[in-house]
Every structure is written in C-alpha cells, then in structure tokens.
C-alpha cells in the first residue's frame, strides 16, 4: 500500500480500498461502505441481543422447572 501524507492511518486504508487495490476499482462507490459497515454491525448486534434473550429464556425456563421437582 502507497503511504498517504496527510491522512490518518484508517482513512489511508479506506482511501486505498476505494482507489482500487482491493478490487472496487472507483470512487462512485465511497457511499456504499458506510451504510454496508453499518448494517453488518447492526446484525451483529442483533444476534448478539437474539442470542441473550435466548440464554435468558433456557434459564429461566430451568428454573423454572427445578421449583416444581
């Protein structure tokens, strides 16, 4: 990767990334990678919390049960 003057080290990599060496080839797709990282953040939250209740309800659900034993 060419050193960019002038620019931090992540938006050197963002930059680099939209010029092409990774294969997207032009700037008319810059607006793309914000609302792309953002929704694959958003999933990753999302199974996160899905997963948590899952936990919470196997839990309470063996609680629940032992009070009855």
Known sequence: ???VLGRSY???LTRSFIDGEYGIGTEKYEFL????VMLLWL???LR???FSLY???QIMMRNTYREYE
Do not use: Q, R, T
């Open 33 to 36: 990678l914000f609302p792309i």
């Open 55 to 57: 936990l919470h309800h």
């Open 1 to 3: 990767m060419k050193p």
């Open 10 to 12: 992540k938006n050197a």
């Open 48 to 50: 996160m919390y899905l």
């Open 43 to 45: 999933e990753s939250v």
